[in-house]
């Protein structure tokens, strides 16, 4: 049900039409738009879950390390993404409790827990995020338009399969 409305939501959002004097970019749909200004929001989210791990006692390393690697990559060409189609990051996501952003209340909850108990925590939230993250790739791959967004969606979409597996699976 999730992904159908995430779905309905981005293709609304490639129906609409820009305010007067509104640039619009040729190469990115609105589709493209909103599945780039939303990975910027989500993979901060999960760096700053990611920077917790640097402790005494989490056995989380060697997942930490290879994630954070490609959550900053996506990052820079999201960042690239938005600033060839001429948009600024929004921000419209700040904030937000929504599935697959890590909030600034449960990294609260997990920042003082120890051992054990911490490294269940942080893969409950990372296997939440990744799936999520996989949710929103296949919208912009069913519904964008945009080669580089496309590519995009398809490299969040198996490197967050990947980092299921790392942290022994999937839910789903």
Known sequence: MR???????????????????????????ATDLAFVDLVIPQNESVLAALALADRPGSALGPVVARVGERYRSELAQ??????????????QHEGHD??????????????????????????????????????VARAELASGTSRPALELGEHIDSSRAEFLELLGGSRQ
């Open 3 to 29: 992904a159908l409305l995430l779905t309905a939501v981005l293709a609304a959002a490639a129906c609409g039409t820009p305010a007067a004097g509104t640039p619009v970019p040729t190469d990115l749909s």
């Open 78 to 91: 999201a960042r690239e993404l938005l600033a060839r189609a001429g948009k600024a990051e929004s921000d």
């Open 98 to 135: 929504m599935p697959g952003m890590i909030t600034a209340a449960e990294l609260a909850a997990v920042e003082h827990v120890q051992g054990a108990d911490f490294d269940l925590r942080l893969k409950v939230l990372l296997r939440t995020q990744f799936e999520e993250a996989r949710t």
